[in-house]
């Protein structure tokens, strides 16, 4: 009889439903109670009948063997059986207690052993089938009680001559008092269960958004510490852990933010929002073992506890000055960006005109003196026409939406076609070789970007590169399953590190002359097709020299593809 899972709740029908619970729920616990309080009366009336006995009076042997006979069940019934709830209609499993417990007190109330009137016994069923049964069973019981009392009344009135009203109305007065225990008794198991039920609701709320919260606070970029009055990290989220350490270690909640020197900004700050009660905002620097440091920006807000039941905690919100001191950059050089655009777009009408002009009056001179001047007006009117080029072709970069699928393009061909191309253009075949030494790989990229970023990054060789044979070198080679590696390297002079610090950042350049637009140009297109481009400092034949590297995207051979780059476009 016993079952995996219990039931307890309210049913339709008025009943004690049972919610799915484990067998230590609400219903295996009464049912325990009242199977050990069967136990308990089924002793007492064996001990009962057997105090009666000792004191001489005339016991029946037949009330001793029926109080024997219920001890024995009931002890069966506590230790073989398991609680079942009650179904909708008749359940058998209520005959081996309601049953034998009615059957038991009616056959002593028959026999009225030692004159002791066992009428009161009847409520343990009535308050077993109210509690822990339908509405149905629980009167169905006070009903069979009631009866049963009845009948006992009508034939005692026949065995005995005289008036007998007073025993049927004894025994209607107590099937009455039945009925109503019956009633109260099942509308309180019921307002309990609904109670239960509404709690067990609200504790499934309660766990589910707790595991929503603990999931936001796992995901968020800020580090959040948890602090209590004595300065003990209750909880701290990943971001958190790894703003709190330099190293591999990190350190799990609980911990002392006191133990460690670097952290004692953090300590005071906490220590000030409990004093002041109040929130509390500070940039910090965490500065660690090794000279190394972090800068921070610390908001503190406190959780108080309104009934005093909890200890007030402090919410520390962290986040690296670092990170937002980049965002931030971001953001202006997106606005400076526009503006940029906006700008480069309303010069480049008059510029126009400028040139124009300048060319026919140059047309018009004979003097050497003033066609130098007017060459110098050539000359910064192309260099400016080109950082106006640049600036509008950032603005388109940032502006396109990336295709849903890009061209596969056969890296070694385009490499070779348009490092041909530019060699012709500068002149500069001498000093650039070419070695690719990846045959047969295709990559993800348009091939008028592709051919943008190497000639950006050629031209910025060939400006440091020094005049001897092999001076810049162009190479290709996969380096993964899908992952193919093309450099420019060249035999110029180390940069310095501030340099490289914003090598791709817009509008930075070492050289006053240039725009500073190209290598961010070059970043820009790379990410639009999902490559990286970075750059080092490494040996090409015992040389010294920089490199700029473009990890890219491989993909399969098209079936349409060409075998030679003679279809590229020049």
């Given at each position: 009889?016993?079952?995996?899972?219990?039931?307890?709740?309210?049913?339709?029908?008025?009943?004690?439903?049972?919610?799915?619970?484990?067998?230590?729920?609400?219903?295996?616990?009464?049912?325990?109670?009242?199977?050990?309080?069967?136990?308990?009366i089924?002793?007492?009336?064996?001990?009962?009948?057997?105090?009666?006995?000792?004191?001489?009076?005339?016991?029946?042997?037949?009330?001793?063997?029926?109080?024997?006979?219920?001890?024995?069940a009931?002890?069966?019934?506590?230790?073989?059986?398991?609680?079942?709830?009650?179904?909708?209609?008749?359940?058998?499993?209520?005959?081996?207690?309601?049953?034998?417990d009615?059957?038991?007190?009616?056959?002593?109330?028959?026999?009225?052993?030692?004159?002791?009137?066992?009428?009161?016994?009847?409520?343990?069923?009535?308050?077993?089938?109210?509690?822990?049964?339908?509405?149905?069973?629980?009167?169905?019981?006070?009903?069979?009680?009631?009866?049963?009392?009845l009948?006992?009344?009508?034939?005692?009135?026949?065995?005995?001559t005289?008036?007998?009203?007073?025993?049927?109305?004894?025994?209607?007065?107590?099937?009455?008092?039945?009925?109503?225990?019956?009633?109260?008794?099942?509308?309180?198991?019921?307002?309990?269960?609904?109670?239960?039920?509404?709690?067990?609701?609200?504790?499934?709320?309660?766990?589910?958004?707790?595991?929503?919260?603990?999931?936001?606070?796992?995901?968020?970029?800020?580090?959040?510490?948890?602090?209590?009055?004595?300065?003990?990290?209750?909880?701290?989220?990943?971001?958190?852990?790894?703003?709190?350490?330099?190293?591999?270690?990190?350190r799990?909640?609980?911990?002392?933010?006191?133990?460690?020197?670097?952290?004692?900004?953090?300590?005071?700050?906490?220590?000030?929002?409990?004093?002041?009660?109040?929130?509390?905002?500070?940039?910090?620097?965490?500065?660690?073992?090794?000279?190394?440091?972090?800068?921070?920006?610390?908001?503190?807000?406190?959780?108080?506890?309104?009934?005093?039941?909890?200890?007030?905690?402090?919410?520390?919100?962290?986040?690296?000055?670092?990170?937002?001191?980049a965002?931030?950059?971001?953001?202006?050089?997106?606005?400076?960006?526009?503006?940029s655009?906006?700008?480069?777009?309303?010069?480049?009408?008059?510029?126009?005109?400028?040139?124009?002009?300048?060319?026919?009056?140059?047309?018009?001179?004979?003097?050497?003196g003033?066609?130098?001047?007017?060459?110098?007006?050539?000359?910064?009117?192309?260099?400016?026409?080109?950082?106006?080029?640049?600036?509008?072709?950032?603005?388109?970069?940032?502006?396109?939406?990336?295709p849903?699928?890009?061209?596969?393009?056969?890296?070694?061909?385009?490499?070779?076609?348009?490092?041909?191309?530019?060699?012709?253009?500068?002149?500069?075949?001498?000093?650039?070789?070419?070695?690719?030494?990846a045959?047969?790989?295709?990559?993800?990229?348009?091939?008028?970007?592709?051919?943008?970023?190497?000639?950006?990054?050629?031209?910025?060789?060939?400006?440091?590169?020094?005049?001897?044979?092999?001076?810049m070198?162009?190479?290709?080679?996969v380096?993964?399953?899908?992952?193919?590696?093309?450099?420019?390297?060249?035999?110029?002079?180390?940069?310095?590190?501030?340099?490289?610090?914003?090598l791709?950042?817009?509008?930075?350049?070492?050289?006053?002359r240039?725009?500073?637009?190209?290598?961010?140009?070059?970043?820009?297109?790379?990410?639009?097709?999902?490559?990286?481009?970075?750059?080092?400092?490494?040996?090409?034949?015992?040389?010294?020299?920089?490199?700029?590297?473009?990890?890219?995207?491989?993909?399969?051979?098209?079936?349409?593809?060409?075998?030679?780059?003679?279809?590229?476009?020049?």
């Amino acid at each position: 009889m016993s079952d995996a899972s219990r039931w307890f709740g309210v049913s339709d029908g008025g009943s004690a439903a049972w919610v799915n619970e484990p067998d230590a729920g609400s219903f295996g616990r009464l049912w325990r109670v009242f199977m050990t309080a069967r136990v308990a009366i089924a002793t007492v009336l064996v001990l009962l009948q057997a105090f009666v006995y000792a004191l001489g009076s005339t016991v029946n042997q037949l009330s001793i063997a029926v109080c024997i006979g219920y001890l024995v069940a009931t002890l069966a019934v506590r230790v073989w059986f398991s609680p079942r709830p009650p179904g909708r209609t008749f359940d058998a499993q209520w005959l081996s207690s309601i049953g034998v417990d009615v059957l038991v007190f009616s056959a002593l109330n028959y026999l009225q052993a030692g004159g002791i009137n066992y009428t009161p016994l009847f409520a343990l069923p009535v308050l077993l089938s109210s509690v822990l049964g339908p509405i149905l069973l629980a009167f169905g019981t006070a009903a069979s009680v009631t009866l049963l009392l009845l009948g006992d009344a009508w034939w005692s009135s026949l065995q005995t001559t005289g008036d007998s009203s007073a025993r049927f109305l004894q025994s209607g007065l107590s099937g009455s008092g039945f009925f109503l225990v019956a009633l109260l008794a099942n509308q309180l198991s019921m307002r309990l269960a609904r109670e239960e039920q509404r709690a067990q609701r609200s504790q499934s709320a309660a766990r589910m958004q707790t595991q929503v919260n603990e999931l936001v606070i796992e995901a968020l970029s800020d580090g959040v510490l948890v602090v209590d009055m004595n300065g003990v990290v209750r909880s701290a989220n990943p971001a958190a852990r790894r703003l709190l350490t330099t190293g591999e270690a990190v350190r799990a909640a609980p911990f002392i933010l006191a133990t460690d020197a670097a952290w004692q900004p953090l300590a005071e700050l906490a220590h000030l929002t409990f004093a002041a009660q109040c929130e509390q905002q500070e940039d910090i620097r965490l500065e660690h073992p090794g000279g190394t440091g972090r800068r921070l920006h610390v908001r503190t807000r406190l959780a108080i506890s309104h009934d005093a039941s909890q200890e007030s905690l402090c919410v520390m919100f962290l986040e690296d000055l670092r990170e937002m001191e980049a965002r931030i950059r971001t953001e202006k050089l997106a606005a400076m960006g526009r503006m940029s655009a906006a700008v480069a777009h309303e010069i480049r009408n008059p510029l126009a005109a400028i040139s124009q002009a300048n060319a026919l009056l140059e047309e018009d001179l004979h003097d050497a003196g003033q066609r130098q001047l007017t060459t110098m007006v050539r000359q910064n009117a192309q260099r400016l026409a080109r950082i106006v080029d640049e600036v509008l072709n950032i603005s388109r970069v940032q502006g396109q939406i990336p295709p849903a699928h890009t061209v596969s393009l056969a890296l070694d061909d385009a490499v070779q076609r348009i490092a041909s191309d530019w060699a012709v253009q500068t002149s500069a075949g001498r000093r650039l070789r070419v070695s690719t030494t990846a045959p047969d790989v295709f990559v993800q990229f348009e091939i008028d970007h592709l051919r943008r970023v190497m000639i950006n990054l050629l031209d910025n060789a060939l400006r440091y590169a020094s005049a001897a044979p092999d001076a810049m070198e162009v190479t290709t080679q996969v380096t993964g399953p899908d992952q193919a590696r093309l450099s420019v390297w060249s035999d110029g002079q180390p940069l310095e590190s501030s340099v490289q610090t914003h090598l791709f950042e817009p509008f930075f350049s070492s050289e006053s002359r240039s725009s500073g637009l190209g290598l961010y140009i070059c970043r820009e297109l790379c990410e639009r097709h999902g490559a990286t481009i970075g750059y080092q400092r490494v040996a090409r034949a015992a040389t010294e020299g920089n490199e700029f590297f473009i990890m890219l995207r491989t993909t399969p051979r098209p079936a349409d593809a060409p075998l030679l780059f003679d279809s590229l476009p020049a």
